[in-house]
């Protein structure tokens, strides 16, 4: 089982490229979210997906879109990447009255 | 003021030792509460759900005091192992617009010292 799978792990990206980031769960859960992480902030959610067919915005949306491509994938676009973008990118799932489960995150730097 | 805050140390303990991390929250209106652990470079993952009468496993102990609105978790005989970050998380449940939103305080770093 393999829980959470994100890909790509490391990406260097030059600024106003873009790339898309993408994660699968094999967990059957509902709720998908996409967090970002930087040092003294803590995870901050970007966009996060109720169910499938449904997204809506977090705390930090701006610079990114997602797609709830069917009950397993949800992915993250950068459509033109900026400095303030490079993070680390955690994909997480969660099914009714259960804990959130992380990928292993994808270390992002834009040059 | 942010939805969950905590103390962000760190706290650098010797083996063996106690230590009692605290958080508290904002919204009086979340359901549940949990502390996940992250180790350097990974994926956060989750040590204990936090419950209203407290809850024990092995040498972990979490409390919940609502009227407060704090979370603690309390390590005894401390390991080297326990070193790592730990994050107070809070849920405000699932509605049809809010979705199942999880905050997450910015953590806690313990070093458990030989």
């Known amino acids: 089982n393999a829980g959470v799978t994100q890909t790509p792990k490391f990406q260097v990206l030059k600024t106003g490229q873009s790339m898309t980031l993408q994660c699968a769960q094999d967990m059957n859960h509902n709720s998908m979210y996409w967090y970002r992480q930087d040092p003294g902030m803590g995870l901050r959610l970007i966009y996060y997906?109720?169910?499938?067919?449904?997204?809506d915005k977090g705390e930090v949306p701006n610079g990114y879109n997602v797609s709830r491509l069917n009950k397993r994938e949800f992915s993250l676009r950068l459509e033109s990447a900026a400095p303030s973008q490079t993070s680390v990118y955690f994909c997480?799932?969660?099914?009714?009255?259960?804990?959130?489960?992380f990928g292993q995150g994808t270390r992002l730097t834009v040059v | 003021r942010k939805e969950v805050e905590q103390d962000p140390g760190p706290f650098n303990v010797p083996e063996g030792a106690t230590v009692a991390f605290n958080c508290t929250y904002s919204n009086s209106a979340s359901q549940s509460f949990f502390w996940y652990r992250q180790d350097c470079r990974k994926e956060p993952k989750l040590l204990m759900s936090?419950?209203?009468s407290g809850n024990e496993d092995g040498r972990f102990t979490a409390q919940l005091n609502r009227a407060s609105q704090y979370i603690s978790l309390l390590i005894r005989d401390s390991k080297l192992s326990d070193s790592a970050t730990y994050l107070c998380?809070?849920?405000?449940?699932?509605?049809?617009?809010?979705?199942?939103?999880?905050?997450f305080g910015t953590g806690t770093s313990l070093t458990v010292i030989p």
């Open positions: 997480a799932c969660r099914g009714t009255l259960t804990e959130a489960f």
């Open positions: 998380v809070v849920n405000r449940g699932t509605s049809q617009n809010t979705g199942n939103q999880f905050y």
């Open positions: 997906s109720a169910s499938e067919g449904t997204t």
């Open positions: 936090v419950y209203s």
